[in-house]
């Protein structure tokens, strides 16, 4: 500690927030009380080539010790090193933060980043999970909690949130997003915003967020990861650009670009994308990073002829960071003195970052204090915090003649299958520091629950690949005269994320048959869904009477499905994707286009399978609960507006039921005729709410331009006519009203 504090001195020294009585006067960008735009150009002008370069350098260290690698210290101390990933822990980033700030010529600070996207020790519920929550504080709650804990390690820079809005699940990465609304994907995206960054990123316990990937990565052909995309600039704009304009809103201080090829350009090339939309058309004022060598990448993409091709590339187009690959230092020199990169586009880049730099604080506290490690991360609070998100984030599919909640003095429960064993699969994929040894199972969490004359009874059954013959008769063998069997299912954390894309959606391994087989019990049976995307699941909605979609839930997620499943409480979450029938329904999402031909029950020539249902097993918004709500006096007011007016929304929600719940009002709206189509239904409002038996409540929401336009060829307008009005529990939602905008 004592070192520490001379290493703090030290630099305070250095930046002037101690400067010396030597009648010099300070430089600018020593000084704390200048504002970083002009701190960032004085200290800009001061440097070489090769350390501006530096600053758009980002390395990684190692991802499973959060050390920095052999050569980190001399680049630091050469000013070449402007930011790391993976490089944490006070040891780790002080030593390497020291060489920066004090051996350097100018002092500038080393930018530590992390993949923090759903908690950094404290495991939250995958994004996906997060987002089925329906509630945008519980995200921001959750978002503030893990960047508290990332920065006690020495962290500033998260690369999260991702808001690409997916609608194929067959794409491993929809778990890290918040599904296919963008409506919804904007809410969340500007709430996990303000989670990590705070009123000010440069305080204690805050991190500059990082909205990814710029742009249309959620839109794989085929659900096929880092695949090409080829989106229209309707859809561009209305469905994909959104949730990235709510995060600029919010403030967002960094932007990443996707891996994919849009419309013929690799995103990381992207001009009219980046400096264009991104910064031209809103004012976007932070910088942009690369994804992992998605520079070096624009070879193979077949952009770039070469690595200075490349480089050049990426940096004219406005990509001011490189992450991992070192084009920019390597390639950057020869470039420059050619004519073929412009003194101006490096200037610029690095400009961006070191302004960052100022605005997140690193100058004046660059270090971290040892002690705060232990202090902060798996207190009781955020572990209160993970199980309440939890069990937000759970849905309620199926509860065929009110099996759950289940009686926690029940004689005998069968829980069967390795996911409700498994601490590591309740994490799910990108779980930062988290750790499987923290992680209650659901085994445990029922154990937790039961009452003590209840006999709990374990078989691991099934995982996601081979099981023997053996290991299912073992199975059945423990479900044998069982009160109830509970059976987890689904994916382990590794078959969804980064490169997890799949072709089926079908449970893996022999789960379907270990269900078939239990079913032949006769003794009811409960599944519980662990997994990151939506499955198919035809065959267990109709024969298995209870599912709950746990998705995967955390730290805290094991005890959070016991609680709901013996009644300690009261699932509410709603699904924020369509779950298709069958894996040849994808893409399929809520928010379509009519077509000539609507889907017919009776009429051949429509748009119809011949071989399966054209609905999805359960849509968008779906969600059920063991309360039961009603909906009435859908009233909006007034009749009619003009293009620039607002409309006002009521409707009242009672819970006709004997059991407190939630339920989540969702308002969708549909524009039926215009100079361009739009789709049948858009979300456009929702609140979710808790109501006691028998309490009725009036919901308010607020239609603006916001809601009512789209981005038309011509631009976003509000276009005169009928406006229909849904509202519900879900995209199915009943009540329907309509009012006028008029010319």
Not at 22 to 34: F, H, R
Not at 253 to 276: E, R
């Amino acid at each position: 500690m004592k070192n520490l504090k001379i290493s703090v001195l030290a630099a305070a020294l250095a930046f002037g927030a101690l400067a010396p009585a030597t009648g010099a006067e300070l430089p600018v960008y020593k000084d704390p009380a200048a504002a970083p735009a002009a701190r960032a150009a004085d200290l800009l002008g001061r440097m070489t080539t090769e350390e501006k370069l530096g600053q758009l350098q980002q390395l990684d260290g190692l991802w499973d010790t959060g050390a920095y690698r052999e050569e980190f210290p001399k680049l630091a101390r050469e000013g070449r090193l402007g930011s790391t990933l993976n490089v944490r822990t006070a040891p780790h980033a002080n030593a390497l933060q020291k060489e920066a700030v004090e051996n350097s010529r100018l002092g500038v600070p080393v930018l530590f980043a992390f993949d923090v996207i759903h908690g950094y020790r404290t495991i939250f519920p995958v994004p996906l999970a997060e987002s089925a929550q329906w509630d945008p504080a519980l995200a921001e709650r959750a978002a503030a909690a893990a960047a508290e804990e990332a920065y006690a390690v020495g962290l500033k820079w998260t690369f999260a949130p991702m808001v690409d809005i997916a609608r194929d699940p067959r794409w491993g990465r929809i778990v890290e997003g918040s599904g296919e609304d963008a409506y919804l994907g904007s809410k969340l995206a500007a709430a996990r915003v303000r989670g990590f960054q705070g009123a000010d990123f440069a305080a204690p316990g805050r991190l500059m967020a990082c909205a990814k990937h710029w742009a249309g990565y959620g839109a794989a052909e085929a659900g096929r990861d880092y695949n090409s995309t080829d989106i229209s600039p309707s859809a561009l704009r209305n469905v994909y650009f959104p949730p990235f304009k709510a995060a600029v809103d919010a403030g967002a201080a960094t932007f990443m670009t996707a891996f994919n090829d849009l419309n013929g350009v690799p995103s990381t090339a992207h001009k009219a994308n980046i400096a264009g939309v991104l910064r031209g058309e809103w004012g976007f004022k932070g910088f942009v990073v690369s994804d992992y060598t998605s520079v070096k990448e624009l070879i193979a993409h077949g952009l770039a002829a070469d690595d200075e091709d490349a480089a050049v590339k990426a940096l004219s187009a406005g990509v001011d960071m490189e992450m991992v690959s070192t084009l920019y230092r390597d390639k950057g020199p020869a470039a420059l003195a050619a004519g073929r990169l412009r003194a101006a586009d490096l200037d610029a880049s690095a400009l961006r970052v070191l302004e960052m730099k100022f605005r997140a604080g690193i100058f004046e506290h660059p270090y971290i204090d040892p002690a705060l490690e232990a202090k902060t991360l798996l207190t009781p609070e955020k572990l209160r915090l993970a199980l309440d998100a939890a069990l937000k984030s759970l849905v309620l599919l199926k509860n065929e003649g009110a099996l759950l909640p289940l009686d926690p003095g029940s004689r005998k429960v069968a829980v069967i299958g390795k996911l409700a064993d498994s601490r590591e699969d309740m994490l799910g994929s990108w779980a930062a520091d988290g750790k499987p040894a923290d992680a209650v199972t659901l085994l445990e969490g029922i154990k937790a629950v039961v009452s003590p004359g209840t006999r709990v009874v374990y078989s691991s059954g099934c995982y996601t690949g081979d099981a023997s013959e053996k290991e299912l008769k073992a199975a059945v063998s423990a479900a044998a005269g069982a009160d109830v069997i509970i059976v987890a299912v689904g994916e382990s954390a590794l078959m969804s994320g980064e490169a997890a894309s799949r072709v089926s959606l079908a449970l893996p391994g022999r789960q379907r048959e270990l269900l078939e087989r239990l079913k032949k019990t006769g003794r009811p049976v409960v599944a519980v869904l662990f997994n990151g995307r939506p499955l198919e699941l035809g065959w267990l909605d109709a024969n298995i009477p209870a599912i709950l979609e746990a998705w995967q839930p955390g730290t805290r997620g094991g005890l959070a499905v016991a609680q709901a499943l013996f009644g300690l409480a009261n699932p509410g979450g709603k699904l924020p994707v369509t779950f298709p029938r069958s894996v040849g329904q994808v893409p399929i999402y809520y928010a379509h286009r009519a077509t000539g031909r609507p889907t017919s029950l009776t009429e051949k020539y429509s748009s119809r399978y011949i071989d399966s249902s054209s609905t999805p097993l359960y849509p968008f918004g779906y969600g059920l609960s063991y309360s039961s709500f009603t909906f009435s006096n859908l009233l909006v007011s007034p009749a009619s507006i003009k293009p620039d007016g607002k409309a006002l929304v009521s409707v009242d929600v009672k819970n006709v039921s004997a059991r407190a719940g939630d339920e989540v009002a969702q308002l969708y709206i549909r524009d039926p005729a215009g100079s361009e189509t739009r789709p049948l239904r858009e979300l456009k409002g929702f609140e979710r709410v808790t109501l006691a038996p028998g309490e009725s409540r009036t919901l308010r929401f607020e239609l603006t331009p916001a809601e009512l336009g789209w981005h038309y060829a011509g631009g976003f307008a509000v276009e005169p006519g009928t406006f229909k009005v849904y509202v519900g529990s879900s995209s199915a939602a009943g009540l329907e009203v309509s009012f006028e905008v008029l010319p």
